[in-house]
């Protein structure tokens, strides 16, 4: 089966092709060699001697060397042919498997690692990543589908209640606020959505200039103090009075106000939330530290996907999109981010590369 593949191969056809070529140039080199020979024999004994029979030998000698070197030729070309073909066979019947039952097959490497393994390995790279960006969308449309389907199916519940009652200007007054609510977190959720997108493709570039961090973590503790106050924790901030960076200034503060408020709203109630900034080697860090109880290590990778929740039920508030949003302000200002134990609670920490115009003047 595999021989007649091989047979019918287009890269036979072409190994065919090279070994005429092949065979073309030491024919020619043989039949210059042949009477280049006679000729120095006639030279050196003259033509009244025979030489049939030292004729006749060369001639044997000649189709004997054209014979060998076009069956090692052929022979050459069908191994290696056949080896090209089984690879590339291994990858059909892989792609046909995973057509047919899902991207969990993965084409099997020979442990050459030659350049049919590199491409194997690069191939199967390639599915690992799909099937994890698959299994992320299923993930994503299944919490979308769960935080949609909540607040809709309040607000059905509140219509088809007020349907079947008689009119009361102070309940239909409720239940519009009530379902006016409603649609603003719905709505609010796909604008969260459209701004992480547009984050992501590095739409918002043209809005970056000369910053300074510290006063942006200043504004953010400010406005949050007073929610703090309400659970009775205490938000402080730390670290150098002036942190030069560059970037976009909205998106930098709603990204530090995404982390306080998750630190003020998982932490303990009585407990204390710091915000520090300092100059680090030329950028900035800034860091948030809570006492809550924190996240465990295996859950740190999953936290900045899309709505994502350590509570699977999903029925606090939320939608998972804040840890999102921060994760792809920090990708657009070339910013690492990392999630550290803090004994109890979490540190978050943002690591920003030096400004680009370090003369610049902050605003």
């Keep these: 089966m595999l021989l007649a593949k091989t047979l019918r191969s287009s890269t036979f056809r072409l190994a065919l092709i090279a070994i005429a070529a092949f065979g073309l140039i030491v024919a020619a080199i043989m039949a210059y060699v042949y009477f280049g020979t006679l000729a120095y024999v006639e030279s050196r004994l003259g033509t009244a001697g025979d030489h049939d029979g030292f004729t006749g030998t060369i001639e044997l000698a000649m189709v004997a060397v054209a014979v060998l070197l076009l069956v090692l030729a052929g022979l050459a070309a069908v191994l290696v042919t056949r080896r090209t073909v089984g690879r590339i066979e291994e990858i059909n019947a892989t792609s046909r498997a995973i057509m047919l039952s899902g991207l969990d097959r993965r084409i099997p490497l020979r442990g050459s690692h030659d350049e049919w393994d590199r491409v194997a390995e690069n191939l199967n790279q390639m599915l690992d990543r799909i099937e994890t960006l698959m299994g992320e969308v299923k993930q994503v449309s299944d919490n979308v589908a769960h935080d949609l389907r909540t607040p809709l199916t309040r607000m059905r519940g509140r219509l088809e209640k007020a349907y079947h009652t008689p009119r009361n200007s102070e309940a239909d007054a409720a239940l519009i606020g009530d ?185």
């Design 179 to 363: 379902t006016i609510a409603d649609l603003d977190a719905v709505l609010g959720m796909f604008a969260s959505i459209t701004r992480i997108s547009e984050i992501e493709t590095r739409a918002r570039r043209s809005a970056f200039r000369a910053l300074d961090l510290a006063e942006i973590a200043g504004e953010v503790v400010e406005l949050y103090d007073a929610a703090a106050e309400q659970v009775s924790t205490r938000l402080s901030l730390g670290g150098d009075r002036e942190v030069a960076i560059t970037g976009d200034r909205d998106l930098l503060f709603d990204a530090v106000a995404n982390l306080v408020d998750n630190a003020i709203k998982h932490g303990c109630k009585g407990g204390q939330v710091t915000v520090t900034c300092r100059g680090a080697g030329g950028g900035a860090v800034i860091a948030i530290a809570d006492d809550g109880p924190g996240i465990p290590a295996d859950q740190r990778d999953h936290v900045f996907k899309r709505f994502y929740r350590l509570e699977q039920s999903r029925y606090t508030p939320g939608n998972g999109l804040g840890l999102s949003l921060v994760a792809a302000v920090a990708r657009l200002h070339g910013a690492e981010i990392a999630l550290h134990d803090n004994a109890p609670g979490l540190t978050v920490q943002l690591r920003f590369p030096p400004p680009a115009q370090p003369g610049t003047q902050l605003a």
